[in-house]
């Protein structure tokens, strides 16, 4: 009857312990990436709300777009990493990265190339300005 016993407490104690490791091989393998993979994704959209209010005011302002270049070759390496790992967590959490930089870069060059054509556009027109003034001086003194 002991021995019976003491079986029936190491079953217990045993099945115990594994109903324990396993919910932490979950949590382990599972949980805590599946985190990481949602604190991945809210960090690359962190900068989205500044880039909406530039391209509101036209204009990149104090708006650094560089670190949004990086972000892109960064997610690039990562997804590639995924691929030969075959690991979907960190997939997932650089897929959508990827996708927001692409868009924060577009939306970046997009504002660069407007200023651009704003300031030619005002040069060229003082230039016209000066130009259609010298010709009237000209003109005067003849």
Excluded: H
Excluded at 32 to 54: D, E, V
Excluded at 84 to 106: K, Q, R
């Amino acid at each position: 009857l002991q021995s019976l016993l003491s079986l029936r407490i190491n079953k217990t104690l045993l099945s115990q312990r594994m109903d324990m490791t396993s919910t932490a091989v979950v949590f382990e393998e599972y949980v805590c990436p599946t985190i990481g993979a949602i604190m991945s994704t809210l960090t690359f959209a962190a900068p989205i709300k500044s880039l909406k209010n530039s391209i509101k005011a036209g204009s990149l302002g104090d708006l650094n777009p560089t670190p949004w270049a990086f972000m892109t070759g960064n997610c690039i390496g990562w997804l590639a990493y995924s691929f030969i790992t075959l690991d979907l967590f960190v997939f997932f959490a650089n897929a959508p990265g990827l996708m927001i930089s692409i868009w924060l870069n577009v939306g970046a060059m997009k504002l660069q190339y407007y200023e651009e054509i704003v300031k030619y556009s005002s040069v060229q027109l003082i230039s016209a300005k000066n130009d259609d003034d010298d010709n009237g001086e000209n003109e005067r003194n003849f």
